[in-house]
């Protein structure tokens, strides 16, 4: 395959993920450059705003700390547009930091003047459930005030660059964020109509810690949200089966004693004989069916329930077992050997990890998803964790860029192709 | 040395005087005036509406006058007088040196409490960088003292392929040239570069 030489220096990728916008073109190497996916209305008539001379409405980057000003504010001035995946139609200053976003990335990397330079190919990503009027708005976002950078640009759902970055060309990919996780088989393209999605995520599990917190003791620190995901994080545990590590932990407490110091602080979370209770953290994400959480929903506890955004209908109790049987088995009965074989877990709520001495009956992600799938029958599955899982939707992006050809045209129904931006 | 005579405020009677650093006005009364019933009073009290803008304020009277005025009236408001005939003139009363006041400082009004607040705000964030700004100098200096400087404690691991942008853009395809590492085997090069040339339907 011969190398299109424009493109092997003028392709750009967009990561929109719910923190993080990552950016940057390809001759940057491995890592994009990251801001913070959030932006900052200032008010204008504060002496701050005046003192820096910006007649920006908008402010994205690093220099929104700069613009700070009380915690009263930060609720209506500082948005994060893509906290849920997702941005609500109507919601203009969610799309104004996108926007103001998309040029702040490309003018971080302007080409000096002369040089042949004619815009880049810009390859953005959303998740996998934006409904197409995302689509309409983060392309239009694009084509307005572009001035010359851009000269073709596209979006691709992330578990599809998730899967062009981890090189992987017939797979399911399961993203696993904040509010939401969603099941993707690939084949060549995004096999769109056999998604699935549940209305689960990391939020979830620092729900279930926050429980775990009161019921031991510490209700004080159960309602502060960053040290509950802290908690959770470092405490959490996946049980291969339930109810065996329940038994065992509540019959050897001193073997999995779940203890967590505050890092600069003499604040110490330690749950003693409750230490059992770590292993809720882990099954709630993976399985929330088991009985024991009944106990912690009919005292309060939200339980995830199915919800329509967009297009896509959430589903709340599904298990991912369950999830990833369903969508594989939407797609071609051929097909679906191959998919099983390649299940790539992609987000920071997979992240879990096993101590040595609990490793008879803690087990990590790839491993609980195949146990879940095992239970159901399906027993060729082959799961692993996406390389680099920080910057393979980047990746993804990139490749996408400098490979499809120039004269693939964007098409509305099938949502792919290049977008030319009249200059 | 001496005073010299310097213009009055068009609206103003009398003279006035620099004497060094001192403005001196002096409202100078005719014996026919003495016997107007108001021009005594209206000229006292032009020279203390002038207070603020002369520091020496004087009533220039015949000497006539002098026998029957109270001289404390003159000295409590630091006007001074003066009495004259054909021979002499003499400083019954001396003008009281008006200085000026110290400036209060203007003080800050509750209605300014934004600005205030955010003067505050910038204090604390100048204080931040400057001890943020002393930390960087300690760390630079302490490597520095700690370790030679070293072309290798620059390299980044593994090394990031940064490419310049050429200086003309050509066409034509090239051999494959330097491309980040997780283009390495990645089949969907050959998938993507395929897209569109109508051979594979689309799984969507």
Redesign the interface.
């Known amino acids: 395959?011969?190398?299109?030489?424009?493109r092997?220096?003028?392709t750009f990728a967009m990561d929109f993920g719910t923190s993080d916008f990552k950016f940057g073109p390809?001759?940057?190497?491995?890592?994009p450059r990251i801001v913070n996916n959030r932006g900052y209305f200032p008010d204008k008539n504060?002496?701050?705003y005046k003192?820096f001379e910006t007649t920006a409405d908008v402010i994205v980057g690093d220099d929104v700390p700069?613009y700070l000003?009380s915690a009263e504010d930060l609720s209506s001035r500082l948005i994060y547009p893509m906290r849920n995946g997702m941005i609500d139609r109507s919601d203009g200053q969610a799309w104004r930091v996108v926007q103001t976003l998309t040029e702040y990335g490309l003018n971080a990397f302007k080409?000096?003047t002369n040089?042949?330079?004619?815009g880049y190919y810009v390859v953005a990503s959303l998740s996998s459930v934006s409904p197409r009027y995302m689509y309409e708005r983060l392309m239009s976002a694009f084509l307005q005030n572009n001035h010359g950078m851009i000269r073709a640009v596209t979006v691709i759902p992330q578990p599809f660059a998730v899967?062009?970055?981890h090189?992987?060309?017939t797979c399911v990919v399961i993203e696993s964020g904040h509010g939401n996780s969603q099941v993707c088989p690939i084949?060549?393209?995004?096999?769109?109509?056999a998604q699935v999605a549940l209305n689960r995520g990391g939020g979830d599990a620092n729900a279930i810690t926050s429980e775990i917190l009161k019921d031991a003791g510490y209700g004080d620190l159960a309602n502060e949200e960053a040290l509950v995901r802290k908690v959770k994080e470092n405490i959490g545990l996946i049980p291969a089966d339930l109810d065996h590590a329940v038994k065992e932990a509540k019959q050897s407490p001193r073997k999995v004693r779940a203890r967590y110091r505050v890092p600069g602080t003499r604040v110490e979370i330690d749950l003693e004989k409750d230490s059992w209770s770590r292993f809720l953290i882990g099954e709630y994400v993976f399985n929330p069916n088991h009985e024991i959480f009944e106990s912690y929903f009919n005292r309060g506890m939200p339980r995830p329930r199915d919800v329509k955004m967009g297009d896509t209908v959430f589903r709340g109790m599904l298990d991912f077992g369950e999830a990833i049987a369903i969508s594989v088995e939407r797609c071609p009965v051929e097909l679906q050997p191959m998919l099983y074989k390649e299940v790539l877990l992609s987000g920071g709520n997979f992240s879990w990890t096993v101590p040595t001495k609990l490793q008879d009956i803690a087990v990590d992600a790839p491993t609980k998803v195949k146990l879940l799938l095992r239970d159901r029958g399906i027993k060729n599955v082959s799961i692993k964790m996406t390389n680099?899982p920080q910057f393979s939707v980047w990746?993804?992006c990139?490749?996408?860029g400098?490979?499809?050809?120039d004269?693939?045209?964007w098409d509305w129904q099938?949502?792919?192709?290049w977008m030319k931006v009249p200059n | 040395m001496g005073a010299h005579q310097t213009p009055s405020g068009n609206q103003e009677k009398g003279v006035s005087f620099q004497l060094g650093t001192e403005k001196a006005h002096v409202i100078i009364l005719k014996p026919d005036d003495l016997v107007q019933r108001n021009a005594v009073l209206d000229a006292i009290l032009t020279l203390s509406t002038l207070r603020h803008a002369y520091q020496l304020a004087y009533l220039a009277a015949p000497r006539l006058f002098g026998a029957g005025v109270d001289s404390s009236m003159f000295s409590s408001r630091g006007i001074g007088l003066l009495l004259y005939d054909e021979r002499r003139i003499d400083e019954a009363v001396p003008a009281q040196p008006l200085h000026a006041e110290p400036q209060t400082p203007s003080v800050i009004q509750n209605d300014d409490k934004?600005?205030v607040t955010?003067?505050a705000?910038?204090k604390t964030?100048y204080l931040e960088m400057e001890r943020t700004i002393n930390q960087l100098r300690t760390d630079i200096t302490t490597l520095l003292n700690t370790q030679p400087p070293n072309e290798e404690a620059f390299r980044v691991s593994?090394s990031?392929?940064?490419?310049?942008?050429?200086?003309?853009?050509?066409?034509?395809?090239?051999?494959?040239?330097?491309?980040?590492?997780?283009?390495m085997?990645?089949?969907?090069?050959?998938?993507?570069?395929k897209?569109?040339?109508g051979g594979?339907p689309?799984?969507?």
């Open positions: 395959m011969s190398i299109d030489n424009y092997s220096h003028y390809i001759t940057l190497g491995d890592q504060s002496v701050m003192a700069l000003q080409p000096p040089n042949g330079f004619q899967a062009i970055g090189g992987v060309t084949s060549k393209y995004p096999i769109r109509a680099a990746h993804g990139i490749i996408y400098f490979a499809v050809p004269n693939y045209e099938r949502l792919e192709g | 934004a600005v955010e003067l705000s910038l964030m593994p990031p392929r940064i490419m310049t942008p050429p200086e003309t853009f050509h066409q034509n395809g090239m051999p494959a040239g330097d491309l980040p590492s997780y283009f085997n990645n089949p969907w090069l050959d998938v993507l570069s897209r569109g040339s594979e689309v799984a969507g």
